[in-house]
Protein backbone atom coordinates (compact mmCIF):
# COMPACT_ATOMS: atom_id res chain seq x y z
CA UNK A 1 0.00 0.00 0.00
CA UNK A 2 2.96 2.41 0.69
CA UNK A 3 3.72 2.86 -3.21
CA UNK A 4 -0.03 3.62 -3.45
CA UNK A 5 0.06 7.27 -1.70
CA UNK A 6 2.51 8.76 -3.92
CA UNK A 7 0.09 10.43 -6.36
CA UNK A 8 0.07 13.96 -7.18
CA UNK A 9 -3.04 16.32 -7.86
CA UNK A 10 -3.96 17.38 -11.10
CA UNK A 11 -6.92 19.88 -10.99
CA UNK A 12 -10.03 18.60 -13.07
CA UNK A 13 -11.78 21.25 -15.27
CA UNK A 14 -15.80 21.11 -15.02
CA UNK A 15 -17.28 19.69 -18.54
CA UNK A 16 -20.94 20.07 -19.02
CA UNK A 17 -23.18 17.13 -19.33
CA UNK A 18 -26.46 16.19 -20.27
CA UNK A 19 -29.11 14.19 -17.98
CA UNK A 20 -30.57 10.22 -18.49
CA UNK A 21 -30.71 9.12 -21.94
CA UNK A 22 -29.78 12.23 -23.71
CA UNK A 23 -26.99 12.61 -25.55
CA UNK A 24 -23.93 14.96 -26.64
CA UNK A 25 -22.12 15.66 -29.89
CA UNK A 26 -18.74 13.29 -29.77
CA UNK A 27 -15.12 14.86 -29.55
CA UNK A 28 -12.93 14.52 -26.28
CA UNK A 29 -10.17 17.13 -25.54
CA UNK A 30 -9.23 14.87 -22.40
CA UNK A 31 -5.79 13.76 -22.75
CA UNK A 32 -4.56 10.58 -24.82
CA UNK A 33 -5.14 7.72 -22.72
CA UNK A 34 -2.51 4.79 -22.92
CA UNK A 35 -2.61 2.65 -26.09
CA UNK A 36 -4.61 4.65 -27.78
CA UNK A 37 -3.74 4.97 -31.58
CA UNK A 38 -3.53 9.15 -32.48
CA UNK A 39 -6.01 8.05 -35.76
CA UNK A 40 -8.63 6.22 -33.60
CA UNK A 41 -11.63 8.16 -32.66
CA UNK A 42 -12.75 7.08 -28.91
CA UNK A 43 -15.04 4.37 -28.80
CA UNK A 44 -14.94 3.40 -31.78
CA UNK A 45 -13.23 -0.33 -33.64
CA UNK A 46 -10.60 -0.37 -35.77
CA UNK A 47 -10.95 -2.88 -38.57
CA UNK A 48 -8.78 -5.60 -36.69
CA UNK A 49 -10.53 -5.44 -33.70
CA UNK A 50 -13.79 -6.10 -35.50
CA UNK A 51 -12.15 -9.45 -37.34
CA UNK A 52 -11.48 -9.92 -33.73
CA UNK A 53 -14.31 -10.37 -32.37
CA UNK A 54 -14.41 -7.01 -29.99
CA UNK A 55 -17.96 -5.50 -29.79
CA UNK A 56 -18.36 -1.81 -28.35
CA UNK A 57 -20.56 -1.55 -25.13
CA UNK A 58 -20.46 2.14 -25.26
CA UNK A 59 -20.87 4.02 -28.81
CA UNK A 60 -19.83 7.72 -27.08
CA UNK A 61 -23.16 9.33 -27.67
CA UNK A 62 -26.09 7.80 -26.51
CA UNK A 63 -26.73 5.14 -23.32
CA UNK A 64 -27.98 2.67 -25.64
CA UNK A 65 -27.43 -1.09 -24.72
CA UNK A 66 -27.22 0.08 -20.90
CA UNK A 67 -30.48 -0.36 -18.28
CA UNK A 68 -30.47 0.28 -14.69
CA UNK A 69 -29.88 -2.45 -12.65
CA UNK A 70 -32.91 -4.55 -11.74
CA UNK A 71 -34.96 -2.52 -13.94
CA UNK A 72 -35.94 -2.13 -17.88
CA UNK A 73 -34.91 1.39 -18.73
CA UNK A 74 -31.81 3.68 -18.02
CA UNK A 75 -32.04 5.70 -15.30
CA UNK A 76 -33.50 9.43 -15.73
CA UNK A 77 -30.92 11.11 -13.51
CA UNK A 78 -27.92 10.44 -12.49
CA UNK A 79 -25.86 9.28 -15.41
CA UNK A 80 -24.94 11.54 -18.69
CA UNK A 81 -22.98 11.09 -21.76
CA UNK A 82 -20.97 13.96 -22.91
CA UNK A 83 -17.25 14.78 -24.58
CA UNK A 84 -17.59 10.97 -25.79
CA UNK A 85 -18.20 10.06 -21.97
CA UNK A 86 -20.38 7.64 -20.30
CA UNK A 87 -20.50 9.84 -16.92
CA UNK A 88 -21.53 9.21 -12.76
CA UNK A 89 -22.36 12.29 -12.01
CA UNK A 90 -21.75 13.44 -8.36
CA UNK A 91 -24.86 13.42 -6.27
CA UNK A 92 -25.89 14.19 -2.59
CA UNK A 93 -25.76 10.81 -1.78
CA UNK A 94 -29.98 10.29 -1.11
CA UNK A 95 -31.63 8.01 -3.30
CA UNK A 96 -33.45 10.94 -5.15
CA UNK A 97 -29.99 12.32 -6.14
CA UNK A 98 -28.74 9.05 -7.05
CA UNK A 99 -29.30 6.89 -10.83
CA UNK A 100 -27.86 3.99 -9.24
CA UNK A 101 -25.88 1.10 -10.73
CA UNK A 102 -26.43 0.07 -14.46
CA UNK A 103 -25.70 -3.01 -16.42
CA UNK A 104 -25.15 -3.90 -19.58
CA UNK A 105 -28.56 -5.38 -21.75
CA UNK A 106 -26.22 -8.23 -23.28
CA UNK A 107 -24.80 -10.91 -20.96
CA UNK A 108 -21.32 -12.45 -21.77
CA UNK A 109 -19.76 -15.47 -19.92
CA UNK A 110 -16.38 -15.90 -21.03
CA UNK A 111 -14.41 -12.57 -22.30
CA UNK A 112 -12.05 -10.14 -22.20
CA UNK A 113 -13.20 -6.31 -21.33
CA UNK A 114 -11.13 -3.43 -21.90
CA UNK A 115 -11.85 0.11 -20.22
CA UNK A 116 -10.69 3.29 -19.59
CA UNK A 117 -12.06 5.97 -16.11
CA UNK A 118 -11.30 9.23 -15.55
CA UNK A 119 -11.46 9.84 -11.52
CA UNK A 120 -12.43 13.17 -9.29
CA UNK A 121 -11.02 13.91 -6.55
CA UNK A 122 -12.91 11.37 -3.84
CA UNK A 123 -14.12 9.15 -6.53
CA UNK A 124 -15.21 6.08 -6.07
CA UNK A 125 -17.40 3.55 -8.30
CA UNK A 126 -16.52 0.06 -9.73
CA UNK A 127 -16.73 -2.26 -12.76
CA UNK A 128 -19.10 -5.71 -11.87
CA UNK A 129 -18.77 -8.68 -14.24
CA UNK A 130 -21.17 -11.71 -14.25
CA UNK A 131 -23.87 -9.97 -13.01
CA UNK A 132 -26.94 -12.06 -12.73
CA UNK A 133 -29.70 -9.85 -10.96
CA UNK A 134 -31.88 -10.46 -7.93
CA UNK A 135 -34.37 -8.20 -7.42
CA UNK A 136 -33.91 -8.63 -3.40
CA UNK A 137 -29.91 -7.81 -3.42
CA UNK A 138 -27.78 -5.46 -4.57
CA UNK A 139 -25.23 -5.50 -7.40
CA UNK A 140 -22.20 -5.55 -5.19
CA UNK A 141 -24.00 -8.84 -3.20
CA UNK A 142 -23.91 -11.22 -6.23
CA UNK A 143 -21.16 -10.15 -8.50
CA UNK A 144 -17.23 -9.66 -8.34
CA UNK A 145 -16.20 -6.15 -8.67
CA UNK A 146 -13.08 -4.20 -10.24
CA UNK A 147 -12.28 -1.36 -7.58
CA UNK A 148 -12.01 2.34 -9.30
CA UNK A 149 -11.30 4.92 -6.51
CA UNK A 150 -9.18 8.19 -5.92
CA UNK A 151 -6.61 5.47 -3.76
CA UNK A 152 -4.58 8.49 -2.40
CA UNK A 153 -7.59 10.55 -0.74
CA UNK A 154 -8.77 7.04 0.65
CA UNK A 155 -5.61 5.88 2.27
CA UNK A 156 -4.92 9.56 3.73
CA UNK A 157 -8.17 9.46 5.36
CA UNK A 158 -7.23 6.67 7.59
CA UNK A 159 -10.95 6.16 8.61
CA UNK A 160 -10.29 2.70 6.91
CA UNK A 161 -8.74 -0.27 5.89
CA UNK A 162 -7.95 -0.18 2.29
CA UNK A 163 -6.60 -3.61 1.68
CA UNK A 164 -8.43 -4.70 -0.98
CA UNK A 165 -10.47 -1.65 -1.93
CA UNK A 166 -7.94 0.11 -4.21
CA UNK A 167 -8.15 0.68 -7.91
CA UNK A 168 -7.67 -2.26 -10.06
CA UNK A 169 -8.35 -4.72 -6.56
CA UNK A 170 -10.74 -7.64 -6.54
CA UNK A 171 -13.15 -5.41 -3.99
CA UNK A 172 -13.09 -6.58 -0.65
CA UNK A 173 -11.07 -10.07 -1.40
CA UNK A 174 -7.81 -9.61 -2.85
CA UNK A 175 -5.10 -6.82 -2.93
CA UNK A 176 -2.81 -5.74 -5.54
CA UNK A 177 0.81 -6.27 -5.50
CA UNK A 178 1.30 -2.97 -7.63
CA UNK A 179 0.99 0.29 -7.75
CA UNK A 180 -0.39 1.08 -11.79
CA UNK A 181 -3.22 4.29 -10.93
CA UNK A 182 -2.37 7.74 -13.19
CA UNK A 183 -2.65 10.85 -10.99
CA UNK A 184 -6.11 12.07 -10.13
CA UNK A 185 -7.10 13.70 -13.40
CA UNK A 186 -5.25 11.67 -16.15
CA UNK A 187 -7.39 8.60 -18.12
CA UNK A 188 -6.66 5.21 -16.69
CA UNK A 189 -7.01 1.77 -18.30
CA UNK A 190 -8.27 -0.99 -17.05
CA UNK A 191 -8.89 -4.72 -18.06
CA UNK A 192 -10.67 -7.83 -17.04
CA UNK A 193 -10.18 -11.17 -18.26
CA UNK A 194 -13.06 -14.07 -17.27
CA UNK A 195 -12.03 -17.58 -19.05
CA UNK A 196 -14.04 -20.08 -16.99
CA UNK A 197 -13.18 -20.13 -13.37
CA UNK A 198 -10.09 -18.12 -14.18
CA UNK A 199 -10.29 -14.33 -14.03
CA UNK A 200 -7.60 -11.33 -14.19
CA UNK A 201 -7.52 -7.56 -13.98
CA UNK A 202 -5.20 -5.16 -15.09
CA UNK A 203 -4.69 -1.27 -14.79
CA UNK A 204 -2.62 0.38 -16.89
CA UNK A 205 -0.77 -2.61 -18.36
CA UNK A 206 -0.08 -4.54 -15.59
CA UNK A 207 -1.79 -7.14 -13.99
CA UNK A 208 -3.35 -6.29 -10.51
CA UNK A 209 -5.00 -9.83 -9.10
CA UNK A 210 -5.20 -13.09 -10.38
CA UNK A 211 -7.81 -15.71 -9.17
CA UNK A 212 -9.84 -18.81 -9.94
CA UNK A 213 -13.06 -18.60 -8.87
CA UNK A 214 -14.84 -21.45 -6.63
CA UNK A 215 -11.58 -23.16 -5.52
CA UNK A 216 -10.65 -23.51 -1.99
CA UNK A 217 -9.00 -20.00 -1.50
CA UNK A 218 -11.38 -18.16 -3.39
CA UNK A 219 -13.77 -19.78 -1.06
CA UNK A 220 -12.11 -18.76 1.94
CA UNK A 221 -11.90 -15.08 1.22
CA UNK A 222 -15.01 -14.92 0.46
CA UNK A 223 -16.34 -16.86 3.70
CA UNK A 224 -13.85 -14.12 5.53
CA UNK A 225 -15.22 -11.22 3.38
CA UNK A 226 -18.29 -9.18 3.62
CA UNK A 227 -20.21 -10.94 0.94
CA UNK A 228 -19.88 -14.13 3.15
CA UNK A 229 -24.02 -13.56 4.54
CA UNK A 230 -24.90 -13.35 0.60
CA UNK A 231 -25.60 -17.17 -0.59
CA UNK A 232 -24.77 -17.18 -4.03
CA UNK A 233 -22.43 -14.40 -4.02
CA UNK A 234 -20.43 -14.41 -7.49
CA UNK A 235 -21.66 -18.20 -8.22
CA UNK A 236 -22.57 -17.44 -12.05
CA UNK A 237 -21.57 -18.54 -15.17
CA UNK A 238 -22.85 -15.94 -17.44
CA UNK A 239 -23.89 -12.48 -16.64
CA UNK A 240 -23.93 -8.44 -17.52
CA UNK A 241 -21.00 -6.13 -17.30
CA UNK A 242 -21.92 -3.44 -14.70
CA UNK A 243 -21.13 0.05 -13.20
CA UNK A 244 -21.25 1.61 -10.11
CA UNK A 245 -22.99 4.88 -9.21
CA UNK A 246 -21.46 5.49 -5.50
CA UNK A 247 -22.36 9.03 -5.46
CA UNK A 248 -19.10 10.31 -6.87
CA UNK A 249 -18.06 11.80 -10.52
CA UNK A 250 -16.66 9.04 -12.54
CA UNK A 251 -16.16 9.32 -16.55
CA UNK A 252 -15.90 5.99 -18.80
CA UNK A 253 -15.49 5.77 -22.39
CA UNK A 254 -13.62 3.12 -24.86
CA UNK A 255 -15.82 0.56 -22.89
CA UNK A 256 -15.39 -2.66 -25.04
CA UNK A 257 -15.79 -6.67 -25.11
CA UNK A 258 -14.79 -9.75 -27.03
CA UNK A 259 -16.76 -12.69 -25.98
CA UNK A 260 -14.84 -16.04 -26.27
Known sequence: ?????????????????????QTAEPGDASPEAEGQPESQPYNTLSEDEIAAGWQLLFDGVSTAGWR??????????????????????????SEEGSGGDIVSEDVFGDFELTFEFLLTPVGNSGVFYRVAEDPEKAIWQVAPEYQVLDDTTYIDMGTMDMYTHLTGDNYDLQASAVAASNPIGEWNQGRIVVDGRHVEHWLNGQMTVEYELFSPEWDARVAESKFAPHAGYAR?????????????????????IRPF
Open 1 to 21: MTGRTGMRWVALLGLPFLLGC
Open 68 to 93: GYNKETFPESGWGVADGNLIVMASDG
Open 236 to 256: ALEGRIGLQDHGHEIRYRNIK
